[in-house]
């Protein structure tokens, strides 16, 4: 028997959201289509998961809801609680840090949390973040202003600054996400 968690989704415009959490806080938050990815980091994270599908509570949903209707600041306060090492975790607070319609680089984020030397160590730490959106690795993009890699697709990267009113280079046509 591993640890347990509720799943719930949630209705977005970018596509189905996924909730993995306990009666404390969030402990992942993926897209449907990249439901592999959320249960991989899981499992990296906790061990054995068993999942229990769900409602999302109340208390979840609201914030999350009010975000995608143009409430930017939202989901400020939902609790979120992780595995990962100390310094994975020291650069997600740090993604907490990044106000909304800002975007920061890698190297901006690595000189954040105390290590301006450790670029691609944060840039792999932003990449394992397990709780997308409320942990706001999206708004991390290239030292040229473009956008980079991002674990629930590029495209729904760029609607997520968008919607943020966040600067970046769109070099890609806006195409519709799920």
């Not at 994270?45 to 009010?66: F, I, K, M, Q, S």
């Not at 942990?135 to 729904?156: K, N, Q």
């Not at 890609?172 to 799920?178: K, L, Q």
Request: aromatic share 8%; with cysteine; charged share 20%.
């Amino acid at each position: 028997m591993g640890t347990t968690f509720t799943l719930g989704t949630l209705e977005t415009p970018i596509g189905r959201m996924l909730v993995a959490s306990d009666r404390e806080a969030v402990r992942a938050l993926d897209w449907e289509d990249y439901e592999p990815r959320m249960l991989r980091l899981l499992r990296l994270h906790y061990g054995a998961v068993d999942l229990v599908p769900g409602a999302l509570t109340e208390a979840l949903a609201r914030p999350l809801r009010a975000y995608f209707a143009g409430d930017l600041a939202a989901i400020e306060g939902i609790p979120v609680r992780t595995g990962g090492t100390v310094f994975q975790r020291s650069v997600w607070a740090g993604l907490r840090a990044i106000p909304v319609g800002q975007a920061w680089s890698y190297a901006a984020l690595a000189a954040f949390v105390g290590r301006p030397r450790a670029v691609r160590a944060v840039g792999a730490a932003n990449g394992a973040n397990p709780v997308g959106v409320i942990v706001p690795c999206h708004r991390v993009i290239g030292a040229d202003r473009s956008l980079t890699g991002y674990g629930g697709g590029i495209e729904r990267k760029g609607w997520l600054l968008r919607h943020e009113g966040a600067p970046f280079r769109d070099a890609a046509p806006h195409e519709e996400v799920p």
